[in-house]
C-alpha cells in the first residue's frame, strides 16, 4: 500500500510539472501574437507613435513603478489599470487614427494609425 502511495504522489507531481510547462508555453505564444510592443516608461509611452495594419496587434508594458491605463480619445478601448511588469493588448480591427493618453497621467500621450 505504500508503494502505491508513493507512486501516486509521483505522478501528481509529473502531472503538475506538466500542466505547469504547459501555461509557460502558452504564455510564450500569447506574448509572440503581439504585432507591436509600446513600454511604459518614465511616464512616456515608448514609441509614442504606430503605424500598423488593420488587425494587427499592440502590447502595452508598464515598467514604470507607477500605475499607467491606455485609453482613448475616442473610447474606442481603455486598459485596466496596469502595474509595474503588467501588460494588455489590443487589436486594431479598424482603420483610422486613434490617439491615446493614461488615464492617471493625461499628460502621457500617444497615437496609434491603422492603415
Not at 42 to 52: A, E, R
Not at 53 to 62: A, D, F, L, R
Not at 85 to 93: A, E, I, P, Q, R
Amino acid at each position: 500500500m505504500k508503494n502505491k502511495t508513493i507512486i501516486g504522489i509521483a505522478l501528481l507531481l509529473l502531472l503538475a510539472a506538466c500542466a505547469k510547462q504547459q501555461v509557460s508555453s502558452s504564455e510564450t505564444v500569447a506574448e509572440t501574437l503581439a504585432d507591436f510592443t509600446v513600454t511604459i516608461k518614465n511616464f512616456k509611452f515608448v514609441p509614442d507613435m504606430l503605424t500598423v495594419k488593420e488587425g494587427q496587434t499592440i502590447k502595452w508594458v508598464n515598467e514604470d513603478d507607477a500605475i499607467h491605463t491606455v485609453e482613448a480619445n475616442n473610447n474606442a478601448f481603455a486598459s485596466p489599470e496596469l502595474f509595474k511588469g503588467d501588460s494588455w493588448t489590443f487589436t486594431f480591427n479598424k482603420k483610422g487614427a486613434y490617439e491615446y493618453i493614461c488615464g492617471i497621467h493625461p499628460t502621457m500621450k500617444g497615437k496609434v494609425v491603422v492603415e
